[in-house]
């Protein structure tokens, strides 16, 4: 595959701007009795309808379920009123990327966790300057979440973000680390802190709706070759959602079938649900910004 030419700001901005809209837009669907998969399917309807593309499968991520957790097709479940919810969702325009999270309380018992995500994520940002260390940002993060009397996720982390790759290959930790890279003016990052009454870190489960393209090549199956020119063409190298395959591929059986050789023949990169590893409530805030002299500059409200 041919590597991405890196696009101008204003694409990251645009993106930005468009993942802002929907971000508040969406706020008013999350309710008890409500549809997952329509809720999901909703905002990826609304980044289409600004003329954009989802840069990832929308994550509604419920309680304990820290991310990767995108309703299957058919998905029958509704929200409870006693869910904490967190919606994560990307914006690409022409491979420039935008990605955001928010949660909501939908029992209203445990705004401090909310709040907990949310004020690191406003520390982690003021604090982002050219010359900063990413492991100076993640002790910034872990001082502010422990300080709400919470633990923050010590193995997930936000990321740079790079035209077409949502994962750029430099994280931000969510605890201080002595991780010596520098924020650089020009620099993309989706800051995004975690934060939990559990112990602290996530695990993986068996469930896996999401997948990305990893090494093209080797399949044997017809049906696989041509599942892998669609992902290929729609999607290069952003993760993308069983669902979406079966848009176009109907039968749940090929799809499942193609995608079991895939992995198999690590054409494919899994991205397991994560579960808080204590059975933990699991609170998130995200927004990407751009490095300048100054200081970070928010894209994505």
Not at 53 to 64: L, R, Y
Not at 211 to 222: A, D, I, K, Q
């Amino acid at each position: 595959m041919d590597e991405f030419v890196e696009a101008p700001l204003s694409e990251f901005e645009q993106a930005g701007k468009i993942a802002a809209k929907v971000r508040e837009e969406s706020k008013s669907l999350v309710m008890a009795d409500a549809s997952l998969l329509d809720v999901a399917e909703t905002i990826e309807g609304m980044i289409i309808e600004e003329g954009a593309f989802p840069a990832f499968p929308t994550n509604v991520s419920i309680n304990e379920i820290a991310a990767h957790y995108t309703p299957e097709k058919g998905d029958q479940a509704l929200f409870k009123e006693t869910d904490m919810v967190k919606i994560d969702f990307g914006v690409s325009v022409n491979g420039a990327l935008s990605d955001t999270a928010y949660t909501i309380d939908l029992s209203d018992k445990n705004g401090k966790l909310v709040e907990a995500a949310e004020k690191a994520l406003a520390n982690a940002i003021a604090g982002i300057k050219p010359g900063v260390s990413v492991g100076e940002i993640g002790g910034i993060v872990e001082e502010t979440v422990k300080g709400y009397g919470f633990r923050p996720i010590a193995n997930l982390t936000g990321h740079m973000i790079k035209t077409g790759l949502l994962h750029a290959g430099i994280d931000i930790p969510n605890v201080k680390t002595e991780d010596p890279y520098e924020f650089q003016v020009g620099d993309i990052f989706a800051v995004e802190p975690f934060a939990t009454n559990g112990k602290g870190f996530v695990s993986d489960t068996e469930q896996v709706e999401i997948f990305s393209l990893y090494l093209p090549g080797g399949l044997r199956m017809r049906q696989s070759r041509q599942l892998l020119n669609h992902i290929i063409n729609n999607y290069g190298m952003l993760p993308f959602a069983e669902r979406w395959l079966m848009q176009e591929f109907p039968s749940k059986l090929l799809v499942s079938n193609a995608l079991k050789e895939m992995l198999r023949m690590q054409v494919l990169k899994a991205y397991p649900v994560l579960k808080e590893a204590g059975g933990g409530l699991v609170s998130q805030a995200e927004h990407t910004i751009v490095v300048e002299e100054e200081g970070a500059r928010i894209l994505t409200q």
